[in-house]
């Protein structure tokens, strides 16, 4: 979302009848991050925020905001609340990594290399005892025991027969 010009004074207007005593920030070092261009600078009594844009101009009853100093959870509400990705070359927020390394629909499940149809309750049953007993902790040392121990690259860990 993006404010009309016209729009701005009312958007201003909106944030601070949300935020009384709060008043633009007077420091404006550290906005270098991309998540400024999301988000207002306020401060009251030395406490700095971001205060988020989409929300304001959502009209939103409840305005998301986060202090000026730590800024990751002010990029996990922008992807969660509002589906903003960073931008190219910007750090992305962990949330929008864990959505976008949600499993690929080419990736192999358990069940499907094990050719269980788990519609049927039998292989259900089968496919979900192997995922509950699986150790991931356990794999991913094994793993790396085993490319130390043959004098492997770590990329051998990214062969798609793995």
């Known amino acids: 979302m993006s404010a009309k010009p016209g729009q701005q004074q009312q958007l201003e207007d909106r944030l601070f009848r949300h935020f009384r005593g709060w008043n633009w920030s007077e420091r404006s070092r550290d906005t270098s991050s991309w998540l400024w261009d999301f988000g207002y600078d306020i401060q009251r009594h030395g406490l700095r925020k971001w205060a988020c844009k989409d929300c304001i101009l959502g009209n939103r009853p ?10 990751q959870n002010a990029a996990n509400h922008l992807w969660r609340e509002h589906k903003t990705p960073a931008p190219e070359g910007e750090k992305k927020s962990t949330a929008q990594l864990k959505s976008e390394g949600a499993l690929k629909s080419s990736q192999p499940t358990i069940a499907s290399v094990l050719k ?21 902790q356990y794999f991913q040392r094994l793993l790396v025991e085993l490319i130390v121990s043959s004098n492997q690259s770590f990329s051998f860990a990214e062969n798609p027969i793995l």
Do not use: C, H, Y
């Open 62 to 71: 409840i305005i998301a905001t986060f202090t000026s100093s730590g800024l």
């Open 116 to 136: 269980l149809d788990v519609n049927k309750p039998t292989e259900q049953n089968i496919a979900n005892s192997f995922i509950s007993r699986f150790d991931k």
